[in-house]
Every structure is written in C-alpha cells, then in structure tokens.
T-cell receptor, first 108, second 115 residues
C-alpha cells in the first residue's frame, strides 16, 4: 500500500477561508518536507520539518514523528495559494517518497 | 538564477529513440535526485547521487533509464529506447546535505512526450 497518504485529495475554498491538509505515513521515517507545486508545474519546498511546529507567514506545519503524521495549516487563503501541496518523507538515507498531493483551488 | 537548471523544457520523441535530459544542480550541492511525475503515479524516484556516487538506481527503472553524474555540476538522464509510457515530466532536484537535513530544490522539469 501507499506509504505516504495525503488528505483530502482535493479542496475548494473561498478566499479568506482556512485549510488543514494532512499527511500520514505508514512507515517509520527520518524526516519529512512539505512542497508546493504551482499550477504551471514548478515545485518549491515550504518546510523541512522533522518534528514539531514551524510557521512561515500564513502557513504552519506540525509534525509528530512518533504518530507518523504531519499537517499543513493555511490561514486566510488567497487565490495565489491554488496549486498542489505535496508531502514527502525519507525512510532511510536514500529513499524519498512523495504522497499524491492535495489539489487546492481557492475561489474569489 | 542560481537554482536547479534543466534542459530542455520540452522534448518530443518517437518510440524507440534515445533521449538525454540534462540537469545542473545548485552550485555547491552534494545530493542530486531524478524524479518522474505523472498524474497517476505522482512523483517516482529514478535515481539519487551523493557526491557524484550513485546511491539509488530506482529499481524498476533500471532497464531503460540510466542517470550519470560526470561532475558535481552536471547530470544526465538517458532513456533508451523510449516508449509511449515514458511520457511524463522529469524533475531534477538537489540539496547540500541531503533530504534529512535540509530543503530540496527542484528544477522546472522536462516535459517528455513519446509518440
């Protein structure tokens, strides 16, 4: 089965609403990262977050390694937040596994 | 721009052709990854280099896919021979100290279409 599961698969928000994206792992891991993929395809790492809570602007990532889960909170969503949010883990030094992503669409 | 550079941005190949995709990692980065992205499978790891040494060769992708890192600032991914199922976006990423220690930086990708 899938080692990295993301939910929801897709999400539609009105501008200004908050969102909570989930990432669950079925295997032990060393660390994880959250990525944002723009509609045109480019990927950028949002958070390198092996554990605990990290915040950057309107984004907050919380990872609990022993519970094998991470969440990404987006507050006051904007149209420019639309795109795909991916989480990835490494199970050893070499294997980096990505989830299938949450497709976010923010409407005006 | 000192990010990860991939060329070409788009590639169209006939079935059976050999194609070579190129990647220049961020200057000074020691780790380089090649991924393939499709709508159905998502991101799949093809290969991973650490300090130019191949650490992971992607298992199922071994037979027709070969990645090389001739020097610390240049890598190629050769697909030989191409098949229509290889149509996908091929992404290159790099980091200084590995995924476990810091962020991964991605290139814009090469969109490959095999006819």
């Amino acid at each position: 089965g899938q080692q990295v599961q993301q939910s929801p698969a897709s999400l539609v928000l009105q501008e200004g609403e908050n969102a909570e994206l989930q990432c669950n792992f079925s295997t032990s891991l060393n660390s994880m990262q959250w990525f944002y993929q723009r509609p045109e395809g480019s990927l950028v790492s949002l958070f390198y977050n092996p554990s605990g809570t990290k915040q950057s602007g309107r984004l907050t990532s919380t990872t609990v390694i022993k519970e094998r889960r991470s969440s990404l909170h987006i507050s006051s969503s904007q149209i420019t937040d639309s795109g795909t949010y991916l989480c990835a883990i490494d199970t050893n030094a070499y294997k980096v596994i990505f989830g299938k992503g949450t497709h976010l669409h923010v409407l005006p | 721009d000192a990010g990860v550079t991939q060329t070409p941005r788009h590639e169209v190949a006939e079935k059976g052709q050999t194609i070579i995709l190129k990647c220049e990692p961020v200057s000074g980065h020691n780790d380089l990854f090649w991924y393939r992205q499709t709508k159905i499978q998502g991101l799949e790891l093809l290969s991973y280099f650490r300090s130019k040494s191949l650490m992971e060769d992607g298992g199922a992708f071994k037979d027709r896919f070969k990645a090389e890192m001739l020097n610390s600032s240049f890598s190629t991914l050769k697909i030989q021979p191409t098949e229509p199922k290889d149509s996908a976006v091929y992404l290159c990423a790099s980091s200084h100290r590995g995924f476990s220690n810091e962020r991964l930086f991605f290139g814009h990708g090469t969109k490959l279409s095999v006819l």
